[in-house]
């Protein structure tokens, strides 16, 4: 149900002022929202959704909404309980380490490996699904950690007066980064 109404409202394009989801028992965040540059006001009240920008993976993603009201009470959005994690090795498999150097390499413009991969159109593609890591900054091919990190909205939003911190994904490419992360960054476990 949650696509369709995204569909109607992507229609409108640019027009698309208001999108409201309230009560339509969705479980995540539309993944379509930064199609809709016009968009200024968000309601996803009274849903399932666990946290904010499961598809939209950046802050600066997210924050490039444009939104001025966004309300999202009566999700299980705020759980800000910590646990201790049980950290393990990170046992990385060969496809894993190839592709954190190849990325990393062309992040940095190795004009040898930018050559190489023109020739290797299934590389590029296996490639082209990478992530960067939120804390070290570095690319990884598999999501080794999901977080989430708790930001104050922007200024410029019409919001509840409860609703002083929103909830946001990031990815993480070890645990080692998980260890050198600030204070309001959070490992998601399932309970």
Same mark, same amino acid.
């Given at each position: 149900?949650?696509?369709?109404?995204?569909?109607?409202?992507?229609?409108?394009?640019?027009?698309?002022?208001?999108?409201?989801?309230?009560?339509?028992?969705? =479980?995540?965040?539309?993944?379509?929202? !930064?199609?809709?540059?016009?968009?200024?006001?968000? !309601?996803?009240?009274?849903?399932?959704?666990?946290?904010?920008?499961?598809?939209?993976?950046?802050? =600066?993603?997210?924050?490039?909404?444009?939104?001025?009201?966004?309300?999202?009470?009566?999700?299980?959005?705020?759980?800000?309980?910590?646990?201790?994690?049980?950290?393990?090795? !990170?046992?990385?498999?060969?496809?894993?380490? =190839?592709?954190?150097?190849?990325?990393?390499?062309?992040?940095?413009?190795?004009?040898?490996?930018?050559?190489?991969?023109?020739?290797?159109?299934?590389?590029?593609?296996?490639?082209?699904?990478?992530?960067?890591?939120?804390?070290?900054?570095?690319?990884?091919?598999?999501?080794?950690?999901?977080?989430?990190?708790?930001?104050?909205?922007?200024?410029?939003?019409?919001?509840?007066?409860?609703?002083?911190?929103?909830?946001?994904?990031?990815?993480?490419?070890?645990?080692?980064?998980?260890?050198?992360?600030?204070?309001?960054?959070?490992?998601?476990?399932?309970?």
């Amino acid at each position: 149900m949650t696509e369709r109404l995204l569909v109607r409202a992507l229609r409108g394009g640019e027009n698309t002022k208001i999108v409201t989801l309230n009560g339509k028992k969705i =479980t995540k965040m539309p993944s379509t929202l !930064d199609k809709l540059p016009g968009l200024k006001t968000l !309601d996803l009240q009274n849903n399932q959704i666990p946290k904010v920008c499961p598809e939209i993976s950046t802050l =600066t993603q997210f924050q490039n909404l444009k939104l001025k009201e966004f309300y999202c009470e009566g999700n299980p959005l705020f759980l800000k309980q910590p646990v201790n994690a049980v950290q393990q090795e !990170d046992a990385w498999s060969l496809q894993e380490i =190839t592709s954190r150097f190849i990325m990393n390499e062309l992040a940095g413009k190795n004009p040898f490996i930018m050559h190489v991969i023109e020739q290797h159109p299934q590389v590029r593609n296996i490639i082209s699904q990478g992530r960067k890591c939120a804390i070290c900054g570095k690319c990884f091919l598999t999501i080794w950690l999901e977080c989430v990190e708790f930001i104050p909205p922007p200024k410029n939003w019409k919001i509840s007066r409860n609703l002083q911190l929103v909830p946001l994904r990031i990815l993480i490419c070890s645990y080692k980064c998980f260890n050198q992360r600030g204070p309001n960054l959070f490992g998601i476990a399932q309970a």
